[in-house]
């Protein structure tokens, strides 16, 4: 007979087999690494299973762990689903909203409004720099909320999300101070012919920008600038731009930065598709307040009305469509 399992012990159990290392799996779940270790123990001999095998350098599941790890997570939804319709769960604890930087952005205008509706919610902004390394956070529970490009995630990862279109966010280009189109009002995208345009190759936090830049240049004669390591500040920014001169995709509210002029691209106008994403199951009144603030914003807004005359990925167009 299979014994009645404490969900607590599910829980430790779950996060040390994603994060795969008990310090980590602790200071997740806010408890100290000997009580996870001992919860651990606990549901191995209730289960009479061994459930990781354990050295002083590496944690790995068996195959026990293995076969109960989906069985775990169903368990611990359907306990996160019960909490919710009854009150309790995660609603005392403050909500971590990644908006991937620190400056003016769709997700920061969602999040101020989602405070308005929700005082008494802790809403609290992280900054993780791109929705392919967030994703991944918010599955693990280290976020549990990002804004960006759904369809460029891993499908495995997607299939634990949910999430919610925002907004298609209008592209454009930084072009470093005396280029011949800085003075432009709007640069075309065919004006960008033979340039080498930097879109975060190399960064593995934001595979999916820089997947959607090269469906964007794809047969335009337009070329990725090479992996590089990220320029961290605006004045690292300054210096690397004045040295190689590289125009930089980013989105119409893209921070200024020195250096440069930021001008919308068009002919087509190529969209970004922002969406809201979070762990399926999850339930807390700030992601209700936030869902309620997107919806919001995008209807005074326009945001999810596309241009006549615009560009994005059919992929894109069939995710956004899904409500």
Request: charged share 25%.
């Amino acid at each position: 007979m299979i014994p009645d399992v404490d969900p607590r012990l599910l829980r430790g159990f779950a996060a040390v087999a994603e994060e795969l290392h008990f310090t980590r799996a602790a200071a997740r779940l806010f408890v100290a690494q000997q009580a996870l270790s001992r919860d651990v123990r606990r549901l191995e001999r209730a289960l009479g299973a061994d459930l990781f095998v354990r050295t002083t350098r590496h944690v790995t599941l068996t195959p026990e762990g293995e076969r109960l790890l989906p069985h775990a997570r169903r368990v611990l939804e359907a306990y996160d689903d019960l909490a919710a319709a009854f009150g309790a769960g995660e609603e005392a604890r403050p909500l971590l909203v990644d908006l991937n930087t620190d400056g003016p952005s769709t997700g920061r205008l969602v999040l101020e409004r989602a405070r308005e509706l929700a005082p008494g919610c802790e809403l609290m902004a992280r900054f993780e720099s791109g929705l392919t390394h967030a994703a991944a956070e918010i599955a693990a529970g280290r976020l549990d909320v990002s804004f960006g490009r759904v369809a460029g995630l891993d499908p495995a990862l997607r299939a634990r999300l949910d999430h919610q279109p925002v907004r298609f966010e209008p592209l454009a280009v930084l072009l470093p101070d005396g280029h011949p189109l800085a003075g432009a009002d709007a640069v075309p995208l065919d004006a960008l012919a033979a340039e080498t345009v930097y879109a975060g190759a190399g960064n593995p936090r934001t595979l999916e920008w820089t997947d959607l830049a090269r469906q964007l240049f794809a047969g335009r004669g337009t070329a990725l600038a090479p992996p590089a390591p990220v320029a961290v500040g605006k004045e690292e920014f300054r210096r690397v731009m004045a040295k190689t001169r590289n125009p930089v995709l980013v989105t119409v509210d893209f921070l200024d930065m020195p250096g440069s002029v930021k001008v919308p691209l068009v002919a087509p106008v190529p969209l970004s598709p922002l969406s809201m994403v979070w762990r399926k199951g999850f339930h807390h009144p700030g992601l209700d307040a936030l869902r309620t603030a997107a919806a919001a914003l995008g209807a005074d807004r326009g945001w999810l009305r596309r241009p006549a005359d615009s560009w994005l990925p059919e992929g894109d167009a069939a995710v956004m469509r899904t409500r």
